[in-house]
């Protein structure tokens, strides 16, 4: 995990809520934030195989990248709408997701 990735988010997170507030509907948007940046990163992976033979070749592997590290900026910005400790949580759900791997392969050790 990226060391910038909390402190740059809850700056972004400071900055939102001095334009937005911090109700409900700002929260809901910063979920579909996320939904948003899974789109481009769907559509920037169409444009990268050509699969619209009016538009071609568009993007490539570095935009396809690119819109999966806007996914995981706009993720961690909507868990501190959800969280009021997102590394915490973040930290959790991937030791669990790494015991789960374990559990399933005995012969592999994780650093957890
Ligand atoms: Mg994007």
């Known amino acids: 995990?990226?060391?910038?990735?909390w402190p740059v988010t809850a700056h972004i997170v400071v900055a939102l809520n001095a334009a937005n507030g911090t109700g409900e509907h700002e929260s809901a948007m910063r979920l579909m934030k996320v939904t948003e940046e899974a789109g481009e990163a769907t559509a920037a992976y169409i444009g990268m195989t050509g699969q619209n033979p009016r538009k071609g070749t568009t993007h490539t592997r570095a935009d396809v990248a690119d819109e999966l590290c806007d996914v995981i900026i706009a993720a961690a910005v909507a868990l501190h709408a959800f969280s009021a400790a997102p590394p915490a949580v973040l930290d959790a759900k991937l030791h669990a997701a790494a015991r789960r791997l374990h559990a399933h392969d005995l012969s592999t050790e994780l650093p957890l």
Do not use: E, N, Q, Y
């Open 1 to 5: 995990m990226s060391a910038v990735l």
